[in-house]
């Protein structure tokens, strides 16, 4: 039976969003979102757009579950933990929609989408493309790392790949 799977690249400027209908063998694209924030609202008016971003898709693709990119490493320690705060409410939201959530490193989900954990962004955007069959011409980094981030998710749970 497919499952909907929702991946989700934070960022407190602009999340991206990608869903995707996992099958053992086979992923296939659904589609996929971009929530911005005004850089000029507080740090809650930003997070309340995030998450009613992430309520509104997951109200419209009723994904199953759900994969938060991890973030590992940060040379700014207020962008970390603005970061960890956007993530924060981002799972929290996710799970008042009675989700499962996984989290996935960059180096977990790079290697499950391009057999590389150090790929750059065109690397992963090309093999999201190859593997959803679609192309994703201009659309933000922030879209397809979140597709790769569900899609890495989806080889976990159709035991293609697990960590």
Known sequence: MPAIVMGVDPGLQCTGIGIVQVWPGKVEYVAHAVVRTDAKASLPERLGTICEGIRDAVAEYK??????????????VKSAMLLGQTRGAIIATLLSENMKVSEFTALQIKKAVVGYGKADKQQVKKMVEVLLNKKMGNVPADVTDALACGICLGFNLTGRLNF
């Open 63 to 76: 994904p199953s579950v759900a994969a938060v990119e991890d973030v590992f490493y940060s040379v700014n």
